[in-house]
């Protein structure tokens, strides 16, 4: 099993550009979502613009903690995040597990302190649990 993480924002293209321009991020995504409907969009709105930090792996052993050191790191985004959010976009802080058939499952613990810090950035949380394919 392994897990990844990463801060994620969607919105109007002009609050994407404006975050993305604060953050300064040579390695973050921007994108039109083009293809999402308004149904299926969490800001409520279709084809959302979003911006996405790098994807970063974190301890199987500990997950909880580097999510907390990744939130603690990532200070700068986060504040500009809880900046930028408003009724018509929706941020989150995202964990893919990603795991095998061979993979004992498990689960993720995010202590208070992790918590709150989603909080004072204004992040959602989105786990998403992936099976991996078998690689024949």
Known sequence: MRFDTYLTFLGSENAVRDLCQEIDDPDAVVEHLDKVSESASPTGMAAPWCWRAPRVAISTHNPGADVQRYLE??????????????????????????????????????????????????????LDAVQLMDQQ
């Open 73 to 126: 790191h990532n200070r700068t985004a986060g504040l500009a995040i809880a900046t930028h959010s408003d009724n018509d976009s929706y941020a989150s802080l995202v964990i893919v597990a990603q795991y095998g058939d061979t993979d004992t499952h498990r689960g993720i613990f995010l202590s208070s302190e992790t918590i709150a810090l989603m909080g004072r950035y204004r992040l959602a949380f989105d």
